[in-house]
């Protein structure tokens, strides 16, 4: 674990927050699609398809402007080109009645300069439930597949997650749909199910990492599990950032500048890239963190993570008490010591008088001297 770098973003560690707002806005995008519902396009609930050549000048505004009157000003006016020099219109509305579509192609043969209609087709409902049935089935197949290579390539818990997260992508650009009021079509379906392999890839980039640092984890290292992840989508974050920006830069000219069935495909495409790099970041690793926290290795190293600590923690509070102790001892006043003078004029007792000296007569001299002393002055006489 020395390798590894210290993590800058604390993802892991907010895990409960992002968490938070992908079950906030689920609730909310089950709220929009009870009230409001989606715009499916007349390939899934059927309607009638106009192809029809105009003069040269004329607008996609002007035909719409036609329709407005009709009721139809929301139809989906779609421009296929040129014809003869001529510009074609491709009208998709909700199924007319055959006297109501004569009055319109009347009208616009009158106001909007139409030189023929190319081609009339009453679209049913079967088609678009057939297509739905077929992603249904694609996507089934897609996830088995992915359950199964995650896996094998790197464990069941991974797996589970990233689907999750794919859930939450979905989710995502369905909530935009139904807030917007977009229309619903084969574009968008097959827009979704691009999103679904971008952001898979996305997050098994993350997972190899995570599986790559966590391969070293042991009782002796001084990281967790959910440490240890938050630190591998460190480590890849500038990479997803890098990627996503770089692929959101053409969908996005696409989606401005595009043609009408372009922009349905741009526009799914670019609110999924900005789920999936979301749910790959803050999602799928948050998840995978609290289901594998749970098991008995790992919350025995989280444990002994804890007891490191807590014996750093009382090392370090001595280590930082001892310089305010030395500090304390250096500041404090010294005893003051009274004189080797002042202490011996106290202590000493006060020198006393001299007494006067009295004469002693030399009898009395001769009696301090002691016995024998007469006679040894007797003897130096006679010598």
Not at 354 to 367: C, E, L
């Amino acid at each position: 674990m020395k390798s590894l770098a210290k993590s800058e973003f604390e993802f892991v560690g907010r895990k409960r927050i992002w968490l938070s707002l992908a079950g906030f806005f689920a609730l909310l995008v089950a709220v929009l699609l009870i009230v409001k519902g989606l715009n499916f396009g007349i390939d899934f609930k059927g309607g009638t398809e106009l192809d029809i050549r105009c003069k040269a000048g004329i607008s996609v505004g002007k035909v719409r402007g036609v329709l407005s009157e009709f009721g139809y000003g929301k139809a989906r006016i779609q421009e296929g080109g040129k014809r003869e020099g001529k510009p074609v219109f491709l009208i998709r509305t909700p199924k007319m009645e055959e006297k109501e579509r004569k009055a319109i192609l009347s009208a616009l043969e009158e106001k909007a300069g139409m030189e023929s209609v190319e081609q009339v087709v009453d679209v049913g409902p079967g088609w678009g439930s057939e297509v739905t049935k077929q992603a249904v089935i694609a996507l089934a197949i897609f996830l088995v597949a992915i359950l199964l290579y995650i896996s094998v390539r790197f464990e069941f818990k991974m797996a589970i997650s990233a689907i999750l997260a794919l859930f939450h992508d979905v989710l995502f650009t369905v909530g935009v749909y139904s807030l917007v009021g977009r229309e619903v079509n084969p574009a968008t379906v097959i827009a979704v199910l691009t999103i679904l392999g971008y952001s898979l890839y996305d997050t098994i980039v993350v997972f190899d990492r995570v599986a790559e640092n966590t391969g070293e984890l042991s009782r002796q290292s001084k990281m967790t599990y959910s440490q240890c992840v938050n630190v591998s989508v460190n480590q890849c974050l500038v990479r997803s950032i890098n990627t996503s920006l770089t692929t959101l830069l053409p969908v996005g000219a696409i989606l401005l500048f595009g043609g009408e069935t372009l922009k349905d495909f741009a526009f799914a495409l670019f609110f999924g890239i900005i789920a999936g790099t979301y749910s790959s970041i803050f999602i799928a690793p948050s998840l995978l963190s609290i289901w594998k926290e749970r098991e008995p290795k790992y919350v025995a190293y989280r444990e002994s993570v804890a007891r490191k600590k807590s014996h750093e923690g009382r090392a370090e509070k001595a280590t930082a008490a001892l310089p305010r102790q030395k500090k304390a001892a250096s500041s404090a006043a010294p005893t003051p010591i009274p004189k080797a003078r002042e202490v011996s004029s106290k202590l000493e007792p006060p020198t006393p008088k001299p007494k006067p000296k009295t004469r002693v007569s030399s009898s009395a001299k001769d009696r301090t001297k002691g016995p024998g002393s007469a006679k040894k002055k007797k003897k130096k006489k006679k010598k």
